[in-house]
């Protein structure tokens, strides 16, 4: 299932506390997908330590768009749009 | 298009003690300005080749603007480039402890004229600057991909170069260690590179990412942030030689006083963008720094009125000309658009390490992690804000009622440093007591 963000309004770190307070709502199958006008660049490596993957791409309402799973969810995986 | 799967490293960013003392000594030579101003009164004000005046100028340039743009530029190259300073905490050690000397040395020596003091101070500046230019130096160079922000900072770091060597020159001619012919058109030209090359570039550069990041506005221009600190940089070397042919009789000083309208035209440039792009800002409330990089904006438009006014015959001769410019570029633009940053730079660095530690340590749920307002809260944020306003506008009338105004003027500064000082304090209070309680949750574990 797609848990919708839109955090390109926020000023920083919102955008981080806001993706991090809604990667913990996650369940299995769920991925997050978040909206932004930045790379929140600063964000991967605590993505990486929570054991986050994440695929980052230009486009979208606001420039950037950000998929965000647990890794090793193969359905969430499978289910971001290519 | 997929653009990234990978970030910075944690190990890339340095300590937080690196440009916190840094941050933490800029408020402490600006109340050594403000007792300067308090003790001399007038005298600091009256032309600016007094001793108190000279004093005074390298505290405010090499005490609070330095220390606040090395520390920053320590911890800005991993974060914003990816590119992390070499030997981070020797070198950040080594350069704070020996400006730190160096300028408090400089200082002495001005108000007391020993020589050997002047011997310290060039010693001391000279091995601190040298320390850090070839550490931020190695950091640039390393980056293989520089955008407009990184091209800003190499421009700013050679302007740097060119005005510490310009600034040793002078000090060995002061200090009677060399003879100097052209003391007015080197030191002119020093403080040249040093606010239209070092200070002004640098703040360039940065603008082109935190405006954008911090303010919500749209991005600079693509075909303004390219070639203008390219533009600026190159009329400032061109400026140098005519200046020095002026210092030989062999141009009338109106040559290089127009040419330098030049890099000026950049900054106006810069200055009405970026009030254009705060103008069209997401996010519509109030903001400190906002208010600080304001004020900043408008003194650039202010300084190039003031310099135009100075073609006026007669106008230039006047001592409290060059004060006042030298007040407004100092305390106007460059000390408005670095302490207001600070208010951005200090709660996001304290809340990014406190957060990548609590993630780090899974506690989530158990340590709160403060936001950024309750790190530095607005309400203090603001009340530094005004006390700053308040220097700037007491400055500027003690030029024209030096007594008492230069004392109130010192009283005002005082009180703006102080709440800076405490200000930071707060913050850095607040980021040790988070990071104890998380301490203490690893400890439980």
């Known amino acids: 299932m797609e848990h919708k963000l839109d955090v390109s309004g926020l000023e920083p770190p919102e955008p981080m506390e806001r993706i991090l307070q809604a990667i913990e709502t996650l369940n299995a199958g769920d991925y997050l997908y978040v909206t932004h006008r930045r790379e929140p660049r600063m964000i991967y490596p605590m993505l990486e330590n929570m054991g986050i993957a994440w695929i980052t791409r230009t486009g979208g309402p606001e420039g950037y768009e950000i998929f965000l799973w647990h890794k090793g969810d193969d359905i969430a995986s499978s289910e971001i749009p290519a | 298009m997929t653009v990234s799967r990978s970030g910075l490293s944690l190990e890339q960013a340095p300590p937080i003690s690196v440009p916190f003392r840094f941050f933490l000594t800029a408020p402490i030579f600006g109340l050594l300005a403000a007792l300067l101003l308090l003790i001399y009164g007038p005298e600091a004000l009256t032309n600016r080749w007094a001793p108190a005046t000279l004093a005074l100028t390298h505290l405010i340039t ?59 101070a060039l010693t001391a500046l000279g091995l601190g600057f040298l320390i850090f230019i070839i550490a931020i130096s190695i950091a640039l160079m390393r980056i293989r991909t520089p955008n407009d922000t990184i091209h800003g900072m190499r421009l700013a770091i050679t302007s740097l170069a060119t005005t510490v060597i310009l600034g040793l020159t002078i000090g060995a001619g002061f200090s009677g260690m060399t003879s100097l012919s052209q003391l007015i058109p080197l030191t002119d030209i020093h403080l040249g590179w040093g606010i239209l090359g070092w200070i002004g570039l640098l703040v360039i550069g940065v603008a082109y990412q935190v405006v954008p990041m911090f303010q919500l506005t749209p991005e600079y221009p693509k075909k303004l942030t390219t070639p203008l600190s390219w533009a600026i940089f190159a009329t400032l070397i ?33 200055a009405g963008t970026t009030l254009r792009l705060q103008q069209k800002r997401r996010r519509r409330v109030s903001d400190i720094t906002l208010l600080f990089w304001r004020t900043g904006m408008i003194f650039i438009a202010a300084c190039l009125l003031l310099w135009l006014i100075s073609f006026i015959p007669a106008t230039k001769s006047q001592p409290a000309f060059s004060l006042l410019l030298g007040i407004w570029l100092l305390f106007g633009i460059a000390a408005s658009v670095v302490n207001g940053m600070l208010y951005k730079i200090i709660p996001f660095l304290a809340w990014f390490h406190l957060q990548n530690r609590q993630v780090a340590l899974m506690s989530m749920g158990k340590v709160k992690v403060p936001n950024m307002k309750e790190l530095m809260p607005d309400k203090l944020a603001k009340r530094q804000l005004y006390a700053h306003l308040a220097t700037l506008l007491l400055l500027t009338l003690a030029l024209i009622w030096p007594n008492p105004l230069a004392y109130v003027a010192g009283l005002s500064l005082g009180i703006s440093c102080t709440l800076l000082l405490l200000n930071i304090l707060q913050a850095t209070r607040r980021f040790q007591q988070v990071n104890q309680e998380l301490s203490d949750f690893e400890a439980s574990r």
């Open chain 2, 62 to 120: 090499l005490g609070f603007l330095g220390m606040i743009m090395c520390g920053a530029m320590m911890q800005m190259l991993p974060v914003l480039a990816g590119s992390p300073v070499p030997k981070v905490k020797p070198v950040a050690t080594a350069v704070h402890i020996l400006l730190t000397i160096g300028i408090l040395a400089l200082a002495s020596g001005f108000l007391s004229g020993t020589t050997g003091l002047f011997h310290l």
């Open chain 2, 238 to 270: 061109i400026w140098a030689p005519l200046y020095l042919a002026w210092g030989n009789g062999h141009l009338p000083k109106l040559v290089p006083d127009i040419w330098i309208l030049l890099p000026t035209a950049g900054y106006i440039l810069f």
